[in-house]
């Protein structure tokens, strides 16, 4: 499991006082960075190196968050199939568990447009934080 | 079903030189507004006025997202329930559907933070929006 | 001159239930994307394609923006130097004029990352939108 | 002075490779929680209660940002005067300057769409982060 803290931006919140639904989504994915360097080492954001893409994203928003307290993001691998990979999230705030979220993504060559089998040492390292 | 245009601006894109996933979401809330006028027809997003809350958000990455040409996105309502309703969309770019997503919505007074029963005149303005 | 609607959307929004001052630098780069279209036809954002960067932005902040009603931003060139220009653009809402905003943009090789001389042809577009 | 840590997202950066310019008023904005907290102490992001306002921003890009490294933003008052104040900050990746930017703020009272005279306590704190 890895865990983030999210120092909550006037920009994160609406018209409502609370934080936009729009927030999480980009929340969740900085905090998948220290999965994405298992993948990518070198963290090298380009078409000829990097190789995740997304397929599937779900955010379930339990409670309102607020601007002003720190949130913290935990991150679980929820499970690793033959080319793709299940992340599970929380975000938490107060004490309180405030959002869930999964993604779905794919080991995939950008060159060649195509799903690959995830290789065993990055399984293996996945492995280390599954729920 | 209602019609958006999105202008992909460079910030929506990443380094692997597509839209980047958080984009959708953003994309998705914007073509929701004339939903939200059918509940607060002076679009006031204010807590003493606004009346409806996020409880679910999803989205399928069917196929990659590129800058230089225009987004529509097409919003419809799939399902009414007693205090929430969901509403499904999709993000098309040249002729190619690339992006499908739902959220559920509840019908929320944020003064007194509990959900309410969506009025019959809603409902009917709701249903002609029907998927 | 160049005119684009901009449909305010949620996320745009903060708790003082105005528009965030971080919203206005996205508006006014979306709607460069003409002028950005005139050095670059193809629009293809790519470091090996791409030839525009930029060095400086400014904006004021003249008067409160709101949702629920759409902005207009303005987008002229107000001056061509040797190899940089700059954009002068205006936001409007309700007929009145809520923020205007400058960029200095400099026509750049990123391949070998130097500033390099606007041609003539481009001169002569920009040229056409000078304020 | 206050320094903050920014973990840069793959939405951050856009399909040059590097940071998009629209990144830096929001990091440079989160930053900026520090001192909003001298005028707020409980954060409370509300018209009935949040006392600034911003009228002007620039940003200047002295050299490109990239993902995988960690940002730090530096946060200085640069000037206070009867009911404004100045801050300056800059953003340092890799031991680099890559940024700096400037925004002006207006102790203003939402209520009452007035701005006022910057209280002496609150002068005193500022005056503690003085460039």
């Not at 599937?56 to 720190?70: A, N, P, R, T």
């Not at 999964?102 to 990055?122: A, C, G, H, T």
Request: aromatic content about 12%.
């Amino acid at each position: 499991m890895f865990k983030s803290k999210i120092d909550v931006c006037s920009r994160d919140t609406d018209g409502l006082g609370h934080v936009n639904n729009t927030s999480l989504p980009i929340w969740f994915e900085t905090a998948r960075n220290p999965l994405y360097k298992i993948f990518n080492p070198d963290m090298k954001l380009r078409p000829d190196s990097w190789n995740i893409i997304m397929v599937h994203l779900s955010v379930d928003y339990l409670d309102q968050i607020y601007y002003g307290y720190e949130v913290e993001i935990r991150t679980y691998v929820s499970k690793i199939g033959n080319s793709s990979f299940t992340v599970y999230q929380e975000a938490w705030q107060n004490g309180v568990k405030k959002a869930t979220g999964e993604v779905v993504l794919v080991y995939f060559d950008f060159e060649n447009q195509k799903s690959m089998r995830i290789p065993d040492d990055i399984r293996k390292d996945l492995s280390e934080h599954l729920l």
